[in-house]
C-alpha cells in the first residue's frame, strides 16, 4: 500500500481533523496539542500560522501514530516544503490543478477546496483523494446529500459549517469526514489561553463521534 493510500485510509477511518489558524505559534502549538490531549488523531496546521511548518515536524516527531497535513498550501512549491516538513495530506482553499497533480508526485493526500457539484468533479477527475467542501453552504447536511445523490463517487470533507450540534446528521448524509477550526478553537478561548476548555471540547466530539 502507498503512504498516500494509508493516508487516505486513515482519514476515511477517523473521520475527524483538528485545523488550527492562530496568529501565535506558542497559541497554536498548545491548543492543538489540547486537541490531541482530548482525542484527536488527525490535525492540520495552515500555513498562515506562524511556524507552521516547524510544527508540522514537531507533531510528526511527537507522535508517530498522529496524521499530520498542511493547510492553506497554494503552490508545488509549498506542498514540497510541506511534506518536506512531515505533511502526509496537503490541503488548500480552492482547486489548483498543479497542486494535486504534485500530491499525486509526492506520494501524499491531496484535498483541493470545492463549492459547486462542476468544481468538485474537476477536483477528482485531476486525482483529488477528497474535495474539502469551501466555504460553507447553509445547510450543510443537505447540501452534501443534494450533490451526492448524483455523484456518489466523491469523498467531500467540510471545514466549515460543521459544529458538535450537526456533526452526526453532516456524516449521515454521506461526508467523507469533517474538518473542526473554530467550533474546536474558539478565538475567544485561543486568546485567553484556556486550552482546557479546548482539551474538553475535543473530548466531546470525539465522544459524540462514537454515536455514529
Not at 505559534?25 to 488527525?42: K, L, S
Not at 448524509?173 to 486568546?191: E, H, I, R
Amino acid at each position: 500500500m502507498s503512504r498516500r493510500q494509508a493516508t487516505v485510509d486513515s482519514l476515511m477511518a477517523e473521520k475527524i481533523s483538528a485545523i488550527v489558524r492562530a496568529d501565535d505559534r506558542a497559541v497554536a502549538e498548545q491548543a492543538m496539542a489540547a486537541a490531541v490531549e482530548g482525542g484527536f488523531r488527525v490535525i492540520e496546521f495552515t500555513l498562515t500560522t506562524p511556524g507552521a511548518m516547524e510544527l508540522i515536524t514537531q507533531f510528526r516527531t511527537m507522535d508517530e501514530s498522529l496524521i499530520v497535513g498542511a493547510g492553506t498550501v497554494m503552490t508545488p512549491q509549498t506542498a514540497d516544503e510541506a511534506v518536506k516538513a512531515g505533511a502526509q495530506f496537503i490541503v488548500s482553499p480552492v482547486f489548483d490543478p498543479a497542486v494535486v497533480k504534485r500530491c499525486g508526485q509526492l506520494d501524499v493526500a491531496a484535498i483541493p477546496g470545492t463549492q459547486t457539484p462542476t468544481e468538485m468533479q474537476l477536483a477528482h477527475e485531476g486525482g483529488a483523494d477528497f474535495v474539502k467542501l469551501f466555504p460553507a453552504p447553509p445547510h450543510v447536511a443537505d447540501y452534501i446529500r443534494y450533490i451526492l445523490a448524483p455523484q456518489p463517487h466523491l469523498k467531500i470533507f467540510p471545514t466549515a459549517g460543521v459544529n458538535i450540534d450537526n456533526m452526526l446528521e453532516v456524516l449521515r448524509a454521506g461526508a467523507a469526514g469533517l474538518g473542526f477550526v473554530k467550533p474546536l478553537f474558539d478565538p475567544g478561548l485561543m486568546t485567553n489561553g484556556d486550552f482546557n476548555a479546548i482539551r474538553k471540547r475535543a473530548e466531546q466530539i470525539c465522544a459524540r463521534l462514537t454515536e455514529l
